[in-house]
């Protein structure tokens, strides 16, 4: 399968750290919604005209908290993207389980809309301004390595029919890269996914199977897809990019 144009969108500060923090190689976009309020007609043309001349085949993330001004932008993107585009939503909603809400209207337009309630890290205690800046950070890194496995290293198991079949529908989902399994958390209201160990080669292959075996036992009864994949950066770890969806309202 040919590849896609992907299209990291992120709209406000932490929208934009996390689309910043993307290191392999994709078109990054930021949009101020600031100069967005300030200078609204104009800055909004510009933003139509540049979303549609994107080239056919491409994937257009955007991420973004869940404020009014950044749905508005986020709305205008949506609409003004070619037809055929792949429209994928990451939304930062601290302490609100989106899965567990009536589904936005805006929401309409994306394959599927993931959320971060940033549980992992205000857990920790921490203040919501580190909360954020952590969860920024790790998925950058989870954006990284979804993109660069699709496009090149090839997961095992785990290609761009999957990924697309998986997203695909009107779904509201999570895309997590843990370094520990929290047992305790609600994987299971999840329907299907794709399950990818990330291993470092320093690391037994007993032992990455043994991490995922224990996330198998976790899903056993979802649609799941699940991969492995070798990283020379990861020395002495292994981590799981999880990502996970299901329709909205089931």
């Known amino acids: 399968m040919l590849g896609f144009t992907h299209v990291f969108t992120g709209i406000g500060k932490t929208g934009g750290i996390v689309v910043d923090g993307v290191s392999s190689d994709v078109v990054k976009v930021r949009i101020d919604p600031g100069r967005y309020i300030l200078r609204t007609e104009k800055y909004r043309e510009r933003i139509r005209s ?11 993330w955007i991420v973004a908290e869940d404020r009014p001004v950044n749905i508005e932008i986020l709305n205008i993107i949506s609409r003004s ?5 792949i429209r994928l939503a990451y939304i930062f909603t601290p302490q609100r389980e989106l899965v567990n809400e009536k589904k936005p209207e805006w929401a309409d337009s994306f394959e599927t809309v993931f959320y971060d309630s940033l549980w992992e890290f205000l857990r920790q205690d921490v203040p919501l301004v580190e909360a ?17 496995n699709l496009e090149g290293r090839m997961l095992i198991n785990v290609d761009y029919a999957d990924f697309l079949t998986v997203t695909g529908g009107g779904n509201v989902g999570i895309l997590r890269l843990l370094d520990r399994i929290d047992f305790d958390w609600h994987w299971g209201l ?8 990330l291993v470092g080669d320093d690391v037994s292959l007993k032992e ?10 976790l899903l056993r009864e979802k649609d799941i897809i699940w991969g492995m994949v070798v990283d020379g950066n ?3 770890k292994a981590q799981v990019l999880a990502l996970l969806v299901k329709k909205w309202g089931e």
């Open 50 to 60: 540049f979303f549609s001349a994107l080239p056919e085949r491409s994937i257009v």
């Open 81 to 85: 993207v070619p037809e055929d585009t």
């Open 132 to 148: 954020y800046r952590r969860a920024a950070e790790t998925i950058a890194r989870a954006f990284t390595y979804l993109h660069t």
């Open 190 to 197: 999840w329907d299907r996914g794709m399950v990818v160990t």
């Open 208 to 217: 990455a199977h043994s991490v995922l075996e224990r996330f198998q036992e």
């Open 234 to 236: 990861l020395r002495g």
